[in-house]
């Protein structure tokens, strides 16, 4: 694999020499431990990753396998499957030979508030806390609905629903606090396609109840509806913090501008809780931000701006027609715009760690996508002569398909003083991930190092997507796309273990000094060949050495795509 130096005009370029196109036509995938995984590590990497078993649900490309929890009292795994609407338990005492023992699907179970949940309804996401009390995130029919909260047994050997209290607008992740006190739940409140519903996001902070016993119900407690506080955005309408994107509402989509629109426009997606368990930290996907809400008050404290990657800077490939692994600087700016989130405390500060995957409104009613050639036509401003200068390029050139051309970018940002034309180019996503203090002060960013990374690994599948193996596939929008993300201990150090959405795989990092994160390794159960093994990792979750059925550490991670649960072993080189 030859590597070049190249500059063209005042763009650097980091480029490998140009690669025969791979691609395996998107069919059903076979999830298994694949013969040869992908493993590529540094030089001293502490640990390895081996998979040792996959669950199949045989069900391809309809998010049969996302959201995972492993239960150590009675060794399984949850698995969140949202084409079932449903919760699947698997046995993982042998976590080389996972068995699916049963389902647990809400439909029928009556709320708290007297709601009864019905056919159709989504699950999303699931939490167990240390007794066996599991709480699922349940998305109504109509996604613009207020949707459930639903308690059920873990440990139990069937399904053992407990009953439910209602919470906001799509529910899109729960978590549990440290204690096992409360629950907490990310509405996400995403518009209908046309905008003429378009729900306030919120977080439920959730009081649960304080014990699961053995009697009939494998449950002791109460529960209400009034355990469920709403923490919104209503204090914020007036003071949103700089670097905060509020776009693409009601008002841009349809003409109406609603009472609320700070809050409706807000769509928390993930929650991470502080050590302590007093402070937790939301994901705002769309809007590049991060808020903090105090759980005992159930209020939100703050929203920090996550800023932006600069590609003036930090190379990437922006372009899926260049016949190479191109990795150059361009005149871009990238959003962080984390989907998962985690947090880890270090000589007592808290630290929150973010996967940056990227994400943009693109609905019916509004969207802010838009290729950077398309710039300058249907109603779009063109791009500033300012922008092709600092490139070294002209206009003309910058748009070829090899160059700027392809890259996906939003329409809702970047217009200069006038509006004539697009001074500032922002692109989705930041193709790595970030650590950031607790006032949300950048101490750690992977720039271009996934992209770097897979480059070596698998070079033949470079930003691959991942229902199709294809040669840089993705080049043109996100990348490697960083979706998932678990933080472990192991032997007193740290790991962030970041699952690449579309390439496929995990990455692991050692963050254990927050501003000097270091990569240890990136295993990869795909057969690029035949499109089989693993393909979308969405959820992962951490396993300690204390609790695995193995003694040793493991990553669980839940793959949409393949609709495969699979478990990687980890062993201390």
Known sequence: MKTLGLKHGGVKIVAIAALAACA?????????????????????AAISLAPLDSYDTEIFDSSAAEIVQYVPESQRILTVNA??????????????NLVKEYAINAAGVKSADGSVIPEGAVANSVAVREDGLGVVAVEAPNKTDAGWLVYFNANANAPTIIGAVRVGSLPDMVTITPNGATALVANEGEPAEDYSVDPEGSISVVTLPKTLAANAKGFKGSIAQNQVKTAGFHAFEN?????????????????????????????????????????????????????????????????LPLGTVDRTEI??????????????????????????????????????????EGDSRDWAGYSEESRMKDFGKDGIAPVCESVAEEAGLSLKDLRKDENLGRLNLTTAQGLNADGSCYETLYAFGGRGFSIFDPQGNLVFESGSEFEEIVAKAVPEYFNSNHTEAKFDGRSDDKGPEPEGLSLGKIDGRTYAFIGLERVGGVMVYDITNPRDAKFVTYVNNRDFSNNTGDLGPEGLDFVSATDSPTGKPLVVVGNEVSGSTSVFEITVK
Do not use: C, H
């Not at 395996?24 to 001293?44: I, L, M, R």
């Not at 084409?83 to 046995?91: N, T, Y």
């Not at 809780?273 to 105090?294: D, F, I, M, R, T």
């Open 315 to 356: 190379a990437m490939d922006a372009s899926d027609k260049d016949k190479s692994i191109g990795l150059k600087t361009w005149p871009v700016q990238g959003f962080r715009m984390p989907d998962a989130l985690g947090t880890y405390k270090v000589q007592g500060m808290d630290y929150f760690v973010t996967a940056n």
């Open 83 to 96: 084409q079932a609407g449903e919760v699947d338990v698997l046995d993982a005492s042998d976590p080389k």
């Open 24 to 44: 395996t036509t998107a069919v059903p995938a076979s999830a298994a431990v694949v013969p040869t995984p992908v493993n590529y590590s540094s030089d001293n």
């Open 239 to 303: 003071n949103v913090p700089e670097g905060v994107r509020i776009f693409g509402g009601r008002e841009d989509a349809t003409g109406v501008k609603p009472e609320f629109p700070v809050s409706e426009n807000l769509e928390p997606e993930y929650i991470a809780v502080s050590e302590n368990g007093a402070k937790a930290y939301v994901s705002l996907q769309e809007a590049n931000a991060v808020a903090v809400v105090s759980v005992n008050s159930g209020q939100i404290l703050e929203i």
